[in-house]
């Protein structure tokens, strides 16, 4: 390798340090180097609308990638080879956590139905599609080495959209709904490709009956309910801890390091346990800034809000760049074998297939939610359905880590090898295509209407409204909620109001039986413990901020 | 390996997750649930006067070693073997980085000539006294095996005390002249024994002649000034970039990244280039603290400065809880292959030796110092340098890095395991006996005048004299300081001052040229571009808080 060979030749103090090895430590000096001058000029793209640091990412990895190719004269690319352990290990967690930790929690259960709609029919709907054409599309090209299990996985990996990515062209304050939605549906869908994949994986094909299908399904919802469930547990038990046990009154550093270690600690279980460790960690987030985050010290509350943030965008921006740099890695071409216009084939067909495979659910799912939940009169307009449909389109790490599951290994064929590269060709692509048009289609198409459409404020007029009508015969009722069955009157109202607003009904009762029930025990807004030294106006607005 | 073996017989969903090496998620689990468990249990012995965070991890870190090798029946215990590369790469930067970020910089280099004579001269003294001393005592045990080198190499293992332990036993605030000079001496120490370290590796026993000594003074000379220029450069450099880019305007997770990524850099870098990357990091976290930290938004001040500690903290438990586990890794007691006595009588050669070597070095330099310096008053009592000598008695895990560097490896004897696991013992008994002693021994020793000695509160007059003093002529004089040759009397009596107050007037002139060259430059407290949203009365106090 040409660094190491440079390296080596330093004539000074080269012997008088041999605690490292130094391929090691010239990959991380290039990769901090790489992520420095990102962040510099994301900085400095920042008001720009084609750029975002995704791309900037990219690029600069594509560009490292080039340098050291021709530093090596062509030999290897390699600085650090994509690695699916650095990658679903220690990258994935921190990003997957904040953004359950930072979403705005009103809008994700506001539109959770549709989220679950999409994140999981819609994945389902684009995997069998996908999965299918390119059974025929890709022997007709002429790649015919590949079996039915690496057809199916090859559906599961380019289901899976880069949720990533859609962080950073949508803002959740323009466009909340459409970030709700999309980055919700993203969650999910990572969890449904990677628990379509590990099935295609572990299926044994000798077998398939009519209960194959039943079992599939069975499997999701058990996954989906118990690392649901793992990550709310964890949340709560470390609300419970901080509160009981009163950290803030030592140090502030343990209320952090249990928070960061719990959040951790729950993802590595779920996968212990063969569960979904994104959406568990996930929950995690939500809980841990519902209750948790109320729990500790003002200090806390700050450096958790950022700390996390800066972990994750680091994370991110060093996936990215890593993504980058590794579509150069010269030996997987070599090995690939094909002739350019193969590889040109089968890259835009499956490129194809994404579109088409995204295309074949939003729009239908859409409209049936638009046909069955139009009572409340939020319509998913025609120009929010292309959006949607346009921002899921770019694909990240999830898919790259797959594919690299999938295709590679010792024993691979040199038809799988192709298969890698076809897919970094669609994931570069994609987040260079989708990810710079993105930001100012949005603007094209969703002039001056985005804030006005499904944002916050009717939400919370209407909740208002609904509070004024529950609490009409004064405070004083609260004690006699659990015999509401004696007073008709009230409770025809509120169950007509149920009827005709169920999202804010339902977010209403929750709010009751988490005051009620919840924050005595586990903290949380309004319950917090008396810890010296915060100042309880500045908790407040701190809070209101986050929530 | 048994859990290895647990997971394969879980019936339920076994194969439906196979994105993990399966044995890596387990250690990780383990690992994180016992730094949970440590943490809390910090948290509850707090008050306690005896134990501390480290001892609880070593111990927990013990049982759990226990734990594991009656479930796996003594076949194994490691979950994960101690690793250089995770020690040296990813736990020690962080926490070196927070010591000088959080250090107090004017006590710091108040006592910078006392700190350099014992952590350079000190450490040199112990590695000769040991290093002979082992030569002799360690062959009359029955281990001829080893040859000059590994002397060489035990005597500069055995020198590297433990500045992560130290930091909990001494209280900045209760002995403030005891905690700089102790932690001082710790980090300039860890640099000395390394660079020791890697001078015996490379030198060449055929060719040692009168030269060798001289350049090995010239090395280090050379390592120490271009390691703290390197790291004071790139402290500078961040404040520049932060200052100039001004990037709180978009984003304060990009300030906090730099921040993180820029110090990391530098110590990579260091080692990159063959220097010391510990007092690399060590001054780029003091030129951080001083310039970069300042030209942040608040919300990152505060971040970075909880956020660091913690890093520092998890890092801090991790290690010990590692070394606790580590120590009972059977592989390695196998292979050392020596009857108990034998373990024993090396395991407390060295132990006695290591008391030896720093009393050889803490007593003499501590009455020189107080024959030469004694101008300013601030003789080193007897009680002080009997806290000096204890406190700096604890080894730790750079002990047990260099140890496995130097005598791990597959063509190595069963005498240089023998080595590694009495390093082993030495560093778990002196954590735990020095650890658990120090606190009462310096609540016995110094009963309350602790608070009294050398503390901040005189320098602070005295500095306040000196300004008055040099401003009495009124402000206006600051434009003609140039050309002070031209007033006679006030060079007068300022170079009188110069000489019965050295390290205050050293301060107070770099104050001046700080305040005139480097701070319009770097940025820094009073020169703090204006950042929208930072409230500038909370700056000024969280700055007082942490300089």
């Not at 989220?115 to 999965?131: D, E, Q, R, W």
């Not at 090859?154 to 459409?178: H, K, N, R, Y």
């Not at 084939?345 to 995204?358: C, E, I, Q, W, Y």
């Not at 690299?404 to 987040?431: C, D, H, P, R, W």
Request: with cysteine; charged share 15%; glycine share 6%.
């Amino acid at each position: 390798m040409a660094f190491h060979e440079t390296i080596q030749q330093l004539p000074s103090l080269q012997k008088s340090s041999s605690l490292f090895n130094p391929s090691t430590v010239i990959a991380i000096c290039v990769f901090f180097t790489l992520l420095c001058v990102c962040i510099i000029i994301g900085h400095l793209v920042e008001e720009n609308r084609w750029a975002n640091e995704s791309i900037t990412a990219l690029l600069l990895g594509l560009c490292a990638g080039v340098v050291v190719l021709l530093i090596s004269k062509s030999s290897s690319s390699k600085i650090l080879v994509f690695n699916e352990d650095l990658f679903f290990l220690y990258l994935l967690p921190p990003i997957i956590f904040n953004a359950g930790f930072q979403v705005k929690k009103k809008q994700f259960f506001k539109n959770f139905t549709t989220i679950l709609m999409f994140g999981v029919f819609g994945t389902v709907i684009s995997f069998c599609l996908i999965s299918l054409c390119a059974f025929y599309l890709i022997k007709k090209i002429g790649v015919t080495n590949l079996d039915t299990k690496d057809y199916l996985a090859i559906g599961a990996i380019l289901s899976a959209t880069d949720s990533v990515c859609t962080l950073q062209v949508l803002s959740q304050d323009e466009t909340p709904f459409l970030y709700s939605v999309v980055f919700g549906e993203g969650v999910v869908n990572d969890a449904t490709s990677i628990v379509l994949f590990n099935s295609v994986q572990s299926l044994d094909f000798n077998n398939v009956d009519g209960l194959t299908a039943l079992k599939l399904v069975g499997t999701f919802l058990y996954l989906f309910i118990t690392s649901t469930l793992l990550g709310v547990v964890a949340g709560l038990l470390s609300a419970f801890i901080i509160k009981t046990l009163y950290f803030g009154r030592h140090s502030t550093d343990r209320e952090v390091a249990i928070m960061i270690i719990m959040a951790y600690l729950s993802y590595m279980f779920a996968e212990l346990i063969n569960l979904s460790g994104i959406l568990t960690i996930f929950f995690c987030g939500i809980v841990m800034s519902h209750y948790t985050w109320h729990n500790v010290t003002e200090s806390s509350r700050r450096t958790t809000k950022h700390g996390f943030a800066t972990m994750s965008f680091i994370a991110e921006t060093f996936i990215f760049l890593y993504v980058g740099m590794d579509a150069l890695d010269i030996d997987k071409w070599k090995s690939s074998n094909a002739s350019a216009g193969t590889s040109v084939a089968v890259s835009s067909t499956l490129f194809g297939l994404v579109l088409l495979g995204r295309a074949a659910f939003v729009f239908p799912l859409a409209n049936i939610k638009n046909l069955v939940g139009n009572r409340d009169g939020t319509k998913i307009k025609f120009r929010q359905q292309f959006i949607m449909w346009w921002a899921g389109l770019m694909r990240g790490a999830i898919t790259v880590a797959l594919s690299y599951n999938q295709f590679s290994g010792t024993n691979k064929s040199s038809e799988a090898a192709l298969m890698i590269t076809s897919t970094i060709i669609v994931v570069v692509l994609s987040t260079l295509v989708f990810g710079s048009i993105t930001k100012p289609l949005i603007k094209a198409v969703m002039p001056s209407q985005a804030k006005s459409l499904n944002s916050d404020v009717t939400d919370n007029q209407s909740l208002e409204d609904l509070r004024i009508l529950f609490l009409e015969n004064g405070d004083s009722i609260d004690d006699q909620d659990n015999n509401n069955g004696n007073q008709p009157p009230r409770r025809a109202s509120s169950f007509r109001l149920l009827i005709s607003n169920p999202s804010t009904t339902v977010h209403y009762l929750w709010r009751k039986f988490d005051d009620r029930f919840m924050r005595p025990v586990f903290g949380g807004r309004g319950f917090v413990p008396y810890v010296p030294g915060s100042p309880t106006g500045e908790a407040d607005a701190d809070a209101d901020e986050a929530s």
